[in-house]
């Protein structure tokens, strides 16, 4: 028996700059961080040669290609392996649809996995490789390549998308002080809204060269939030939160909606610096920045909403059990 811990992640400032229409002209930059929120995924050898696959729905087959799941299928595909195998998978939070790169947490902590059960080692850049491969190229999804490589490293990184395909990942090292100071500046509430991503990021990635100035942007944005975040500067960070926000809802017709511009409006007339919806937008989860002396207000303006504590986390996808 093997299970796989792979953690949920927030972006701050720069997404869909990871798409690879746009930092081969341009380099895309991303900040985000891993939150302790994850994914599992256990694996166990099946005694009849079968395949069993348990998500929100459960298979039981006899061959590899009749799994109806893409992932689990290619991933499968990807390791070469056949037969003989149950796969099960929770999470923590509603798995598809809310904006905190679930479906790449899946991937990689089943890649992960897959590799153990056979006995090898995969690095970490193989494996966010590997998962991108089989999400982008092979399952056809309309995404960029930062949830891959922010649910396998973990942390709070800087993840630069480079011209000549070249993905870095690198530690944000804050003072503890002003670490905890930003994980208490922030809030998270569900918009009980889970949708399909897919109609979103493909427009998303179809306007990429008439969006290029915005993407420009974007991507410019994120050393000025690091910037800020590094001196504690959180009315600053909430201030490039609400303009990535804004520059953000530029890139698809789908991004936000009249509940979505609402809510947020709602934060900021009591107290919040700015947010942002995460994800593709449409619903799934509104990040909050706020002073302290604020957030009880908030929570109440916003109480027909689910306010979801979260705390960073270091590691990424991780095996935590194997027997």
Same mark, same amino acid.
């Given at each position: 028996?093997?299970? $796989?811990?792979?953690?949920?992640?927030?972006?701050?400032?720069?997404?869909?700059?990871?798409?690879?229409?746009?930092y081969?002209?341009y380099?895309?930059?991303?900040?985000?961080?891993s939150?302790?929120?994850?994914?599992? $995924?256990?694996?166990?050898?099946?005694?009849?040669?079968?395949?069993?696959?348990?998500?929100?729905?459960?298979?039981?087959?006899?061959?590899?290609?009749?799994?109806?799941?893409?992932?689990?299928?290619?991933?499968?595909?990807?390791?070469?392996?056949?037969?003989?195998?149950?796969?099960?998978? $929770?999470?923590?939070?509603?798995?598809k649809?809310?904006?905190?790169?679930s479906?790449?947490?899946?991937?990689v902590?089943?890649?992960q996995?897959?590799?153990?059960?056979?006995?090898e080692y995969?690095a970490?850049?193989?494996?966010?490789?590997?998962?991108?491969?089989?999400?982008?190229?092979?399952?056809?999804?309309?995404?960029?390549?930062?949830d891959?490589?922010?649910a396998?490293?973990?942390?709070?990184? $800087?993840?630069?998308?480079?011209?000549?395909?070249?993905?870095?990942v690198?530690?944000?090292?804050?003072?503890?002080?002003?670490k905890?100071?930003?994980?208490?500046?922030?809030?998270?509430?569900?918009?009980?809204?889970?949708?399909?991503?897919?109609?979103i990021?493909?427009?998303?990635?179809?306007?990429?060269?008439?969006?290029?100035?915005?993407?420009k942007?974007?991507?410019? +944005?994120?050393?000025?939030?690091?910037?800020?975040?590094?001196?504690?500067?959180?009315?600053?960070?909430?201030?490039?939160?609400?303009?990535?926000? +804004?520059?953000?809802?530029?890139?698809?017709?789908?991004?936000?909606?009249s509940?979505?511009?609402?809510?947020?409006?709602?934060?900021?007339s009591?107290?919040?610096?700015?947010?942002?919806?995460?994800?593709?937008?449409?619903?799934?989860? +509104?990040?909050?920045?706020?002073?302290?002396?604020?957030?009880?207000?908030i929570?109440?303006?916003?109480?027909?909403?689910?306010?979801?504590?979260?705390?960073?986390?270091?590691?990424?996808s991780?095996?935590?059990?194997k027997s």
């Amino acid at each position: 028996m093997i299970i $796989v811990r792979t953690p949920l992640r927030i972006s701050f400032v720069g997404g869909g700059t990871d798409f690879e229409n746009f930092y081969r002209k341009y380099p895309g930059r991303v900040l985000s961080t891993s939150i302790d929120k994850y994914i599992y $995924v256990g694996l166990n050898p099946k005694f009849d040669g079968n395949i069993r696959v348990s998500y929100s729905e459960t298979e039981d087959v006899k061959y590899r290609s009749e799994i109806k799941h893409p992932l689990a299928r290619f991933a499968l595909e990807e390791t070469g392996i056949e037969k003989g195998i149950e796969i099960t998978s $929770v999470g923590d939070i509603p798995g598809k649809g809310t904006g905190l790169g679930s479906s790449s947490s899946f991937t990689v902590g089943l890649l992960q996995g897959l590799h153990s059960f056979l006995g090898e080692y995969i690095a970490p850049d193989a494996l966010a490789e590997k998962a991108c491969k089989i999400e982008i190229e092979k399952a056809g999804s309309p995404i960029g390549k930062q949830d891959q490589y922010a649910a396998t490293f973990g942390g709070l990184n $800087v993840i630069t998308f480079n011209c000549d395909g070249k993905i870095d990942v690198e530690p944000i090292y804050l003072a503890p002080k002003i670490k905890e100071d930003f994980q208490n500046h922030l809030m998270l509430f569900y918009t009980g809204v889970q949708r399909s991503a897919n109609p979103i990021l493909t427009e998303q990635r179809d306007n990429i060269d008439k969006k290029y100035d915005f993407l420009k942007k974007l991507s410019d +944005l994120v050393p000025v939030f690091r910037n800020s975040l590094e001196k504690g500067d959180f009315k600053k960070l909430g201030e490039l939160l609400h303009q990535n926000w +804004l520059w953000k809802k530029e890139l698809s017709s789908g991004i936000a909606n009249s509940q979505i511009d609402e809510m947020y409006n709602q934060a900021l007339s009591a107290g919040a610096f700015g947010g942002k919806i995460l994800g593709a937008g449409g619903g799934g989860f +509104l990040l909050v920045m706020a002073p302290p002396e604020n957030q009880a207000k908030i929570k109440e303006t916003l109480k027909q909403y689910q306010l979801t504590p979260f705390r960073f986390t270091e590691a990424g996808s991780k095996i935590v059990f194997k027997s």
